[in-house]
């Protein structure tokens, strides 16, 4: 385990995934139903996704390095052009989304467990933080370590929305969020760059 890269990939994973849907979704469904249970249920979704996407990474880490750095460079450009032009929006959008996740937040007991898996799980398939994640064990070639990192924040990104979502939100704008993490994205993408032509 490589304690730099569960950190690189943590703060990578963190910036992106905190001003995403899932954020809004876990944060509405933990006021709709019980918390401790919605977080449960969501770090199991999380769970199997990670696990998908340092499996995908893998098995591209057998590609070349140059083409691996490359696309990893262009992931973390992407990320930052979608972050960029969803920020526009991002306030605006949010009451939407949270009257959308509501909608689905109807359960009781074990139910609330597996219906915030079912959500989070159909909502993160080819996000951006999948996609990062995948980047990041290819480039990398240490799924252990960017695994760690990768699905510790998004347990941290959903134990704040379950815990402190509400207050966060009125504090910080969603778009400024979405401009940290496109910042974080852009620094990712120099970083690789540099580390291809070193």
Known sequence: ?????????????FVVELPDKTFIATLVMSTKMRPLFVWIGVALAFLVQTGVAVGLGKAASFLPEQLIHTVAALMFVIG???LFREARSADADESDQEEEYAAKATAQG?????TSFLVLFAAEWGD??????????????????????????LLAV?????????????RVRLSVLHYV?????VLMAA????EMTR
């Open 110 to 114: 074990f139910r609330v467990i597996v």
């Open 191 to 194: 970083l690789t760059v540099w």
């Open 181 to 185: 993490g496109a910042t974080v994205c």
């Open 128 to 153: 951006l933080s999948q996609l990062l994640t995948i980047s990041l064990v290819a480039k990398y070639d240490d799924p252990f370590s960017v695994f760690l990192g990768a699905w510790g924040a």
């Open 80 to 82: 930052a052009i979608i």
């Open 1 to 13: 385990m490589d304690l730099l890269v569960v950190a690189l990939a943590f703060g990578a994973i």
């Open 158 to 170: 959903s134990g704040l929305a379950v815990i402190v979502g509400r207050l966060l939100l009125q």
